[in-house]
């Protein structure tokens, strides 16, 4: 996770004014412990923009699905 959102954090950074065109957002695979409150601390202390999302296991499983893999 903190790699990837230093990536995130840089990607950002590099694309300066472009980077609104951008929504980053890092689902969180444990919605258990990570309510969106410590998301949101968590995210912030990377890049207030990166906007941290979680839901219940069901539904983050099926996103995880939705997405393509390279």
């Known amino acids: ?17 472009d980077a609104v065109r951008l929504q980053p957002i890092f689902v969180s695979v444990d ?4 309510t969106l409150d410590v998301l949101r601390s968590y995210t912030a202390f990377f890049d207030k923009r990166i906007l941290g999302a979680t839901a219940s296991p069901e539904l983050v499983r099926r ?4 997405l393509p893999t390279h």
């Open 63 to 66: 996103a995880c699905q939705a």
């Open 1 to 17: 996770c903190p790699t990837t959102l230093v990536e995130m954090a840089g990607v950002l950074k590099l694309l300066e004014a």
């Open 31 to 34: 919605p258990e412990r990570d």
